[in-house]
Nanobody, 120 residues
Framework: QVQVVESGGGLVQAGGSLTLSCAAS????????MGWYRQAPGKQRELVAL???????NYADSVKGRFTIFSDNAKNTVYLQMKNLKPEDTAVYYC??????????????WGQGTQVTVSS
């Protein structure tokens, strides 16, 4: 199994910045993508940003130009740099890891979530 551990959430004022980090343990798996999802109260979990093993990224329209995802493949760590935060960014942010292992196929692993609260 791959363990996924997030850190870096907190309370910030609108217009402020915050950086989340997520570390994944390989445990024999080959990590294909790592990314961030978020879930606000009463809403479905949604993709925020994703980076694959080749470094290609994908962002939700709502965060383009404000959030940056980048990875340190040597450490199996992914970061989400968030700037110009808005109250609507308030949510629990979850790290997601998609990995492959012979005999197991593709598997998806999730972190426990970290709260990001943006005050107006």
């Amino acid at each position: 199994q791959v363990q996924v551990v997030e850190s870096g959430g907190g309370l910030v004022q609108a217009g402020g910045s915050l950086t989340l980090s997520c570390a994944a343990s390989e445990s024999g798996f080959s990590i294909k993508t790592m990314g961030w999802y978020r879930q606000a109260p009463g809403k479905q979990r949604e993709l925020v940003a994703l980076v694959n093993e080749g470094g290609s990224t994908n962002y939700a329209d709502s965060v383009k130009g404000r959030f940056t995802i980048f990875s340190d493949n040597a450490k199996n760590t992914v970061y989400l740099q968030m700037k110009n935060l808005k109250p609507e960014d308030t949510a629990v942010y979850y790290c997601n890891c998609n990995a492959w292992r012979s005999g197991w196929g593709n598997r998806e692993f999730w972190g426990q979530g970290t709260q990001v609260t943006v005050s107006s």
